[in-house]
């Protein structure tokens, strides 16, 4: 049963937060330095393939995860963070991190809902915890175009149809030129290379545009950036949990600003 006192579910919120900015936020950068490490010590191409499918799939999985972050955060006024995240799909994730990309020019505590530091300072937070929740929120908006970057890389941003999703694997980029284009590309040298073929139609094919072919690389310069990259995103998502901890520290989880709405940046 779901806790009915506000005390209550206070106290599940911060829990949430404070795992999250621990040991649950490095769940994928661990994961990632597992698989670069098989793949550059497997002999066997398939193998090497599919360590490298799987590492996409490992950032892929961590940009969504700091999407539901974001949508737990913005919407836990109706509910409670917890709840909010709980409730939130791959959609709203996705619009999240859309909405991210945008939010420089709006700022950080309001893509967030997060309270100004002004009121902290106004509740009588410690100064050192104020300076901190400014600090982290200026390189938190700094870092969320980078967010944006890599979630576009991945194709999160290009579409909101909740079918985006779908996928399906090829075996070299030869394959995807004959499917796109009707003629096998002449890349030889990526050959070793697996290809996802991402259909951005929502299963109905209008034309090969609808296909967007994504490398699941094996080159090992190529990997290890893919890994710091997963990294990048767990520390990004632990240091926002962080940062709405102060808030829920505070007593202030509930306050800030209350709008705008997920799609009002868009």
Do not use: C
Not at 13 to 31: F, K, M, N, P, Q
């Amino acid at each position: 049963m779901w806790p009915k006192s506000p005390d209550a579910a206070l106290t599940a919120d911060r829990t949430y937060l404070r795992d999250y900015a621990g040991w649950v936020s490095s769940i994928h950068g661990v994961e990632a330095r597992a698989l670069v490490a098989a793949i550059r010590q497997s002999d066997d191409r398939n193998l090497r393939k599919a360590l490298s499918t799987r590492l996409m799939q490992s950032r892929m999985s961590a940009l969504l995860s700091v999407g539901f972050l974001y949508v737990a955060i913005r919407e836990r006024f109706g509910s409670s963070l917890l709840q909010a995240r709980l409730r939130a799909d791959t959609s709203s994730a996705r619009m999240a991190l859309r909405e991210a990309s945008l939010a420089s020019g709006a700022g950080f505590w309001r893509f967030l809902r997060l309270p100004q530091p002004a009121e902290l300072r106004e509740a009588s937070v410690d100064p050192a915890a104020v300076n901190e929740y400014v600090d982290s929120g200026e390189q938190r908006l700094a870092n969320l175009t980078r967010i944006g970057q890599i979630a576009r890389q991945d194709m999160l941003l290009s579409t909101l149809d909740a079918g985006r999703h779908n996928r399906i694997i090829v075996a070299s980029p030869r394959s995807v030129g004959l499917i796109k284009t009707g003629q096998e590309s002449e890349l030889h040298g990526l050959s070793n290379t697996a290809f996802y073929l991402v259909d951005l139609s929502g299963g109905e094919l209008q034309d090969e545009g609808d296909l967007v072919a994504v490398a699941s690389p094996t080159t090992p310069a190529v990997i290890e950036e893919i890994a710091e990259e997963i990294v990048f995103i767990d520390a990004e998502a632990a240091a926002t949990a962080a940062l709405v901890s102060l808030v829920a520290e505070a007593g202030l989880l509930k306050s800030g600003d209350n709008g705008p709405a997920l799609g009002d940046f868009l």
